[in-house]
Structure formats: structure tokens, C-alpha cells
């Protein structure tokens, strides 16, 4: 598994109501942080990401918010 960033202080949310199984975010995020689970995304290891918000700039349903830069 990859590293870990930091427990519980990521700012990265998930809105599965808005996911439209693009499977974007699986592709660009580089921790690997999204899985995909009945065609919608799922935050699989929260704690991995790097808060670099490639995954929310890509999502084209809105469906990602991560405030860049913050933790
Ligand atoms: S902000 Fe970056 S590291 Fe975090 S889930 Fe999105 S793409 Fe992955
Ligand atoms: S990029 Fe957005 S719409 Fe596409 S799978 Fe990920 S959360 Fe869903």
C-alpha cells in the first residue's frame, strides 16, 4: 500500500449522490485514494491523499471537493 499522509486531517470529500462512474478520478489520482464499487466511486484509503485536488480539477460531476494545499 502507499504511503500515509497524515490520519484525519484531509480535506478530501466524496459526494457518491453526484457520481456519474466516470472513473476519472481512479485514473489521476497518484495515491491511489479512489476505488470504484457499483459504478460509483468510493473513497478506498482516504488517509493516502496528498491533498493535490488533481481528482476534484478532473471529476466532471462535481462530485470531489478537496481544498488543495490545506493539512
Ligand atoms: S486530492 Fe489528489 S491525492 Fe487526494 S484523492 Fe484527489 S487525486 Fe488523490
Ligand atoms: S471523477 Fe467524479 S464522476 Fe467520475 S468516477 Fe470519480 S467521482 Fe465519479
Redesign the pocket.
Known sequence: MGLVYLKDVTTLT?HPEK????????QVCPHLV?T?ENK??RIANKEACMECGA?AT????A??SVHSGVG
Open positions: 466524496l457520481c456519474i462512474g466516470c472513473e476519472l478520478c481512479t479512489f470504484m460509483k466511486a481528482c478532473n471529476c466532471p460531476a462530485a470531489i
